[in-house]
């Protein structure tokens, strides 16, 4: 149990779908992210929440759409996504602290047809 | 610009022995490193964490080395068993909440 729960753990959908994906954490944070862990690549950093405001995005195309309707959960809405997208979404959260470590959910695994 | 980097792509070590997984930064002014593991269809789990004014925090089984002065960090597992075989992380923060990760070293343990 990691205190951080993604679901769904994996998602299959065509490009022209609409999804979401769903991240709980019951750690006591404030401050939670999004990530896209690709093959090969270091983890990229999507979007930043302190206190349910969004305070980074990391020049993400608008077809991916974070929500964050309070500090215990953060929402990342999927529409007319490309290939290229297919990846592990990750979600962390920490205290609005610089020095602080943020705690991952295990992530979503996506597959874009 | 900002980076993080790792000297070794992958390390195979026996059951028993110590390990040492590398890491080399960038960005002198990084004051807050952490070393993470992935294990297979999970998400990074925290190890440890070590800030710029130390240059040594250890751990249970585990120890983080910080070289400031050659941008240098290391994290040492001693008496590595098979559970501690997966992807090492280890990651730099300048600024609120912002880490920057390197791309991973695989630790594979033999029995």
């Known amino acids: 149990e990691t205190g951080v729960t993604q679901t769904p753990r994996h998602l299959v959908m065509g490009m022209t779908n609409k999804k979401s994906l769903k991240c709980e954490q019951h750690l006591g944070h404030n401050a939670m992210y999004w990530y896209k862990q690709s093959a090969k690549k270091p983890l990229e950093l999507m979007f930043v929440y302190n206190f349910k405001e969004q305070t980074e995005n990391n020049s993400v195309p608008s077809r991916f759409s974070p929500e964050c309707p309070n500090s215990s959960h953060l929402f990342l809405h999927l529409h007319t996504l490309q290939p290229e997208d297919s990846a592990l979404y990750l979600c962390a959260s920490s205290h609005p602290d610089s020095n602080q470590p943020q705690h991952f959910g295990d992530g979503t695994r996506l597959s874009i047809l | 610009g900002e980076s993080v980097g790792l000297h070794l792509p992958t390390l195979s070590v026996q059951e028993g022995d110590n390990s040492i997984i590398n890491c080399a930064y960038s960005n002198s002014a990084s004051d807050y490193f952490i070393w993470y593991k992935q294990e297979s269809g999970k998400g990074p789990q925290f190890i440890i964490d070590?800030?710029?004014?130390?240059d040594k925090r250890q751990g249970q089984r585990v120890t983080v080395l910080l070289n400031k002065t050659v941008k240098h960090l290391s994290l040492q597992i001693a008496a590595t068993q098979p559970g501690d075989s997966a992807v090492y992380f280890c990651?730099?923060?300048?600024?609120?909440?912002?880490?920057?990760f390197g791309q991973g070293t695989i630790l594979t343990v033999h029995p």
């Open positions: 990651a730099e923060s300048t600024s609120y909440g912002k880490l920057t």
């Open positions: 070590i800030r710029s004014n130390m």
